[in-house]
Structure formats: C-alpha cells, structure tokens
C-alpha cells in the first residue's frame, strides 16, 4: 500500500476507499490504541493489483479530484422553513432539505445514521422515512462499510445520488471513482476532526460509573430556546442529564483538538476550494443574525456552493428555505474550518499516554490543562464586549477575533 507503518497513522484519513475497491476483500479497517480505524492487509491473499494505492485520496488535492469547482464559491446563511424539520437537524436542517428534493426525484442519499458511542455508520436512503435518522451531527467518524461501491452502482444506473460526510470522505469517494458523474451531488460536513471514539465510550463508562445507571444515548440537543443547543445523557430509567458544552469534559478535550485523528490536523480538504459540491456547518457567529432568524434556538446553516452543481441544488430548494448572501471572509471568520485544519495540541502526547495508562479519569487532569487557556481568553471576550457596550474602542473588534483563533 501507499503508506509504510511509520506514516500510516499520521497521514491515513480512514475513509475505506481502499476497503471498497479491494477485489480479494483482503483488506480490513481495524481499530489502533487511540481508537480510530485504519487498514490491515491480509498479505497472503493480496495479488498486488495497486488498486488500493490508486483509490487512496492521500496527497491528491480537492482540484485534482473534483474537477468542477468554482474558483469563487458563494456563500450563504439559510434553514429550513420547515420548523419540525429545522428542530430535528443540527444546523437549520439545509442537509435534510436538500436530501428529501433528492429523494423526491427519485434518487438516494448517502448518510449517517447510529448513536455516537455505538455503531456509527453510513446507510443509503431510499424514502424519507429512512432519511429522518440520518438528521443531527453525529460527532464521531462514521463506518463508511460498502457505500462507495453502493453509490457507484446507482450512478452506473443513472440514478441521482447524494452523498454527505465528512471531507476526507468525499475525497475519498472521488478518488474511489476515479471521475466525476453528472448525476453525483456531494456535501461535505464542515469539519473540527474526527475525535476518538475510545475516549467518547471511556467518558461514557466514567458517568454510568458516577451515576451507576446506564447511558442509552448521548447526544446533542435544542432543549433550552434561550441557550445554545445542549449535550444531554439520557438513561435507562428515563431520566435524563443537560450537560452545557462549557462544562462537559470531553466537549473540552474536543474543542482543545486533544484527542482527533492524527491526519486532522494536516488535512488537505479543510480549505478552498472545499471537495464537495456544498459544504455545511452549523452558524453560531453572527449575533445579529441568530437573534433576528434564530428566536427559538432551532439552527441556521453556514453553507458554500463549491460547484453549478452545488448551486443548482440550492435552487431546487429555494422555496422551502430561507437564504441569504455571505461574504467568504464573514463565513471564514465565523467558522474557520471552512479554510483550515484544527491545530494540533502540544498536549495531544501526553493525553494520550496518560489516558491509556492510567484511564479517563485520570487523562480529565490534561483536559483541564488544555482547556485552562480557552478559559481565560473567554473571560477577556466578555471584558472586552463589556468595554464595547461602554464606549466604542477602536480596534477591539480586532481584538475580539484574535483571543477566539480567527487568523486576521
């Protein structure tokens, strides 16, 4: 294969394509001592075909792959007018949208479906009724299993297909290929990384262990209309825990970039131009914005047409949504991952070390540590916004952006 056991973990996305197109099946995605999957050849039934190295997305740029990007895509903010659709998606349900006109043509879609700590994975949408369990984030890589050669079997008929994950998933579907069809949409899910799925199902365990009552689903949640959308564990006997994202440790771990997957953080398809057609992300930016469209807490949508293709579906959509024109530098300030890769954590290291020698509870010590500095630049946020209702300070605009990471 492509990569060598030195670079394998550095470099390997995990998106399967090389599972997909192997013809002796004698490739498999196994789990390493971080918790994220990656391929495992059985050598003896290998015939050296090279197909693998030649569906591998790894060094290939979204231009090459995806030939049919814009070179100045648009941007958007926009959701659903559907409330009942709005409030079940993560981000004003633009995803569910597009895949129900899809659906409606007589095409598939391609989602994600499963709870977070369990079997999350990829299925193919044929109704409505199949697509409602891929709405909300899942938060977790997802089990891409057989789709490619799913999806390449129901373009090869002609039929419309959608497909949506996360970019290095599009890539990989891309580099599957080998070209580009006609009847091929893709949307690529706006990316922070991949986080351990080990370290999910270890924090898991330590609540059940806390609370000695098992955790059925873990997820997140619009609750509250009047607060950002929250992370609630609910239980075997019915009850149920609202966690706020500033104060679940994992949520911490998470956003500090402690324990994504090692390719995360060099990930070639976190810039413009984006490999799907349309990339999506949640809009929690734009205070003005949230509080004339947002009222209720039910999501709007940060969106970019990558492509005609991208833009046509967003046409084919318009009278079910509400839309409106962003510049690309307001949607990057916004959320940067639309332009870059999180940044690797210094403490990434030790996380983990201690996390596999000592256990979850333990590693939480790392993840007060991470986060100890995003705390403090919290603070000086509300000082500074507290100062601007004060009195109009040159520049503190400028100086907003910077303590929150946006690159100037």
């Not at 895949?99 to 479906?113: K, L």
């Not at 891409?144 to 008929?157: C, P, S, V």
């Not at 009278?319 to 954590?345: C, D, H, T, W």
Request: proline residues 4%; glycine residues 6%; aromatic residues 10%.
């Amino acid at each position: 294969m492509i990569l060598n056991n030195n670079d394998i973990e550095s470099k390997c996305y995990g998106c399967s394509a090389c599972v997909n197109i192997c013809p002796k099946k004698c490739i498999t995605m196994a789990e390493n001592d971080e918790g994220f999957r990656f391929p495992q050849m059985t050598e003896d039934t290998c015939i050296n075909c090279d197909l693998c190295d030649k569906a591998c997305p790894i060094g290939k740029p979204a231009i090459e792959l995806h030939t049919g990007q814009l070179e100045s895509p648009e941007c958007y903010f926009c959701y659903a007018l559907d409330d009942i659709v709005r409030k079940r998606s993560a981000s004003g349900g633009m995803a569910f949208t597009i895949s129900e006109f899809v659906i409606s043509q007589g095409g598939v879609v391609f989602g994600v479906v499963g709870k977070w700590f369990e079997h999350v994975h990829h299925i193919m949408a044929t109704t409505v009724e199949e697509l409602i369990p891929t709405s909300n984030s899942k938060n977790i890589q997802s089990d891409i299993g057989n789709t490619y050669n799913e999806a390449m079997k129901q373009l090869n008929t002609g039929r419309l297909v959608l497909y949506t994950g996360t970019p290095c998933q599009i890539a990989g579907l891309y580099s599957f290929l080998g070209k580009d069809y006609d009847n091929l949409l893709t949307l690529d899910i706006v990316c922070h990384g991949v986080p351990s799925q080990k370290v999910l199902k270890a924090y898991i365990k330590s609540i059940e262990q806390k609370n000695r009552k098992k955790v059925i689903n873990f997820g997140r949640e619009n609750i509250n209309q009047y607060l950002p959308a929250q992370y609630i564990i609910r239980y075997d006997d019915g009850t149920n825990d609202i966690i706020y994202p500033d104060s679940s440790v994992y949520r911490q771990g998470f956003l500090t970039n402690l324990f994504q997957r090692k390719s995360c953080y060099s990930c070639q398809y976190a810039a413009v131009p984006r490999i799907g057609d349309i990339s999506l992300a949640d809009m929690m930016f734009s205070q003005e914005i949230l509080k004339k469209h947002d009222k209720t807490n039910i999501g709007i949508s940060s969106i970019m047409a990558n492509s005609n293709k991208g833009k046509n579906a967003i046409k084919d959509v318009r009278s079910k949504i509400y839309i409106e024109s962003l510049s690309m530098r307001a949607l990057a300030s916004g959320v940067k991952y639309f332009v870059e890769p999180p940044l690797y954590n210094d403490l990434r290291g030790e996380f983990f070390h201690c996390f596999l020698s000592k256990g979850f509870n333990e590693a939480t010590k790392i993840i007060h540590k991470a986060y100890a500095p995003a705390k403090r630049n919290q603070r000086k946020v509300a000082f500074v916004k507290k100062l601007m209702l004060l009195k109009k300070v040159p520049g503190l605009g400028y100086i907003i952006k910077r303590l929150r990471g946006h690159n100037i």
